[in-house]
């Protein structure tokens, strides 16, 4: 007889009495019937496209879009079977103390990092990465609305022409920024920022102090590139940084699913903006 017909002659219950069953495993092993096979290829190319960084819930959004839906707990196994560790199993960047920009100047995001409007408020951070057993830096921009990478630099220096390059990197018309909003480093007090802000009319707001959270998004962001980027490359010259950087930036814009965009790319979450609009 039939599966089908089974399930037609006897309940679900009293298959599971005799087989001592919970019904919950029943269920769970019905919708589970991709085979291993189809479903291992599919987490493998998943994987190594994505940079070796997704866990199982971005892996099973991503098998959703395939048309494949999965459980975290198989794909846990199926990933475990094959070897595949996420990126984000090894130990997380712990930053290291610098000292504070002592300005008196507000905090005007005042932790407002859901925005409606493209480019309305950037946010920006540094951080360091070893190029040659020397320490460089990289200087990124994040726009709010949609968690996008507008902006990089990468140097020698932490210092203010690093943000400088920063600000001229980001294509289009940077009078379209209202707010540009940092921790209190120095490398953004110095002089020649100041003149950037002012030449293009870009507010200006700074995290209050002893606060990391008020710039969450930029922490998060480096977080995020510490982990996926920084932390799997050996990097034998700046131009190789530079080059890895760009490539990177262009993935997490592009492809890259954010949680926090629902699953979608920050352009992807651009493009479904715009159509909302229209």
Same mark, same amino acid.
């Given at each position: 007889m039939s599966s089908n017909g089974t399930k037609k002659k006897y309940s679900v219950s009293a298959m599971c009495g005799v087989l001592?069953?919970?019904?919950?495993?029943?269920?769970? /092993?019905?919708? /589970?019937?991709?085979?291993d096979d189809d479903v291992t290829n599919a987490i493998l190319d998943i994987f190594d496209k994505n940079r070796k960084a997704y866990g199982t819930?971005? $892996?099973?959004?991503?098998?959703?879009?395939?048309?494949l839906t999965v459980s975290r707990r198989r794909i846990g196994r199926i990933m475990k079977e094959q070897g595949l560790v996420s990126s984000y199993t090894v130990a997380q960047y712990k930053p290291q103390k610098t000292s504070c920009n002592e300005s008196? #100047?507000?905090?005007? @995001?005042? #932790?407002?990092?859901?925005q409606e409007k493209e480019k309305k408020v950037v946010v920006s951070d540094l951080t360091y990465v070893k190029v040659k057993n020397k320490w460089h830096y990289i200087c990124v921009f994040v726009d709010l609305?949609?968690?996008? &990478? $507008? *902006? !990089?630099?990468t140097g020698p220096n932490k210092d203010a022409k690093l943000v400088a390059r920063a600000f001229a990197s980001i294509k289009g018309n940077l009078r379209d920024i209202q707010l540009f909003h940092t921790d209190r480093g120095n490398e953004c007090k110095k002089k020649l920022i100041d003149e950037t802000l002012t030449i293009f009319e &870009?507010?200006?707001?700074?995290?209050?102090?002893g606060c990391?959270?008020?710039? =969450?998004?930029?922490? =998060?962001?480096?977080? $995020?590139?510490?982990?996926?980027?920084?932390?799997?490359?050996? !990097?034998?010259?700046?131009?190789?940084?530079?080059?890895?950087? *760009?490539?990177?930036?262009?993935?997490?814009?592009? @492809?890259?699913?954010? *949680?926090?965009?629902?699953?979608?790319?920050?352009?992807?979450f651009k493009k479904l903006s715009l159509k909302k609009v229209v």
């Open positions: 001592e069953l919970s019904r919950s495993t029943y269920y769970y /092993e019905a919708k /589970e019937q991709t085979s819930r971005k $892996i099973k959004v991503e098998l959703k879009k395939r048309g008196d #100047q507000a905090n005007e @995001l005042n #932790q407002e990092f859901l609305f949609n968690r996008e &990478i $507008i *902006g !990089f630099s &870009i507010g200006r707001s700074l995290s209050m102090k990391p959270y008020d710039n =969450a998004v930029a922490e =998060a962001t480096f977080k $995020i590139i510490k982990t996926e980027f920084a932390n799997q490359t050996t !990097f034998a010259s700046l131009a190789q940084l530079t080059l890895e950087f *760009g490539d990177y930036v262009n993935w997490f814009n592009k @492809l890259r699913i954010h *949680g926090t965009l629902g699953y979608v790319s920050p352009l992807e």
